[in-house]
């Protein structure tokens, strides 16, 4: 993802790649009762490099509360949220960045803190108009633990590429993920794959298309899953100021989720 302040999340070089300082707000409508957002800014500071930070958060709803003869004791809620501030630059065409986050849990009476770091590293290959990334999420580990044993984070090695086709409206990308995965055989870890295309409609106008093959694979329960694990967006420019993206995503047989983001250009 270029020229997108949400790449923070995902790949923090891909910061350096913007051209404007930006800013954003998303919400994402997941299953139940389950929600999340993000806000994010980017800007370039003088020949330092590009400075951001962002917020990610995600609440699961409210649960019902028993003890152990069933008597209820109310309800409880559970969140997590994570704090990321990010720095990324450029030299010639390699991009490259950095994240630190602080992150908090809290399910019931359970709290926890952890710090963690991302790294990325993008190369923009000119001539074949391509771009390949890698980035190594969530190194790090807990400063305080839900009880007396502290627990892994979910380190994520992440690697995807984007071409744009020649005299074409349309970029296609493929991209892997949790390849620091342990599995018995070495190519199984390479079942958790994304495809994606976006098609320049306008100006103005992108539509995007998606596939995750894991989320897929995951949401069989029967002898059809329909479009589950297939994704559809549009993104549109308004008054080169504004961006606003909207994305659905199909889980099948147990309903489909939805994202929405406003991106603001603030030079």
Do not use: C, W
Not at 100 to 114: H, N, P, R, V
Not at 236 to 263: A, P
């Amino acid at each position: 993802m270029e020229n997108d302040v949400n790449v923070i999340f995902y790949n923090p070089a891909g910061i350096a790649t913007l051209k404007d300082k930006q800013a954003s707000v998303g919400f994402y409508k997941y299953l139940l009762d389950i929600n999340s957002g993000n806000a994010a800014y980017v800007q370039k500071y003088k020949d330092i490099g590009y400075i951001g930070a962002g917020i990610q958060y995600i609440n699961y709803g409210s649960f019902d509360k028993y003890d152990i003869n069933s008597n209820n004791l109310g309800s409880f809620g559970a969140s997590d949220i994570a704090l990321s501030l990010g720095y990324g630059n450029v030299y010639d065409n390699l991009y490259y960045g950095g994240n630190l986050k602080l992150i908090y849990s809290s399910y019931d009476t359970y709290k926890s803190t952890a710090v963690a770091v991302d790294l990325g590293a993008m190369y923009k290959i000119q001539k074949a108009m391509m771009t390949v990334g890698v980035s190594l999420l969530n190194v790090g580990g807990q400063i305080s633990a839900y009880q007396d044993y502290k627990e892994k984070l979910p380190m994520d090695l992440r690697f995807g590429m984007t071409k744009k086709l020649e005299n074409s409206p349309l970029s296609l990308s493929v991209g892997f993920y949790s390849l620091n995965e342990s599995y018995d055989k070495f190519f199984d870890r390479f079942k958790n794959v994304t495809a994606g295309a976006e098609f320049e409609i306008s100006d103005n106008i992108n539509f995007r298309m998606g596939y995750d093959n894991q989320l897929r694979q995951e949401l069989k329960t029967g002898s059809s899953i329909g479009i589950g694990g297939f994704s559809a967006g549009l993104g549109v420019k308004l008054k080169e100021k504004y961006q606003i993206d909207y994305g659905f995503n199909s889980m099948g047989k147990l309903g489909s989720t939805h994202r929405i983001n406003v991106g603001f250009l603030l030079n």
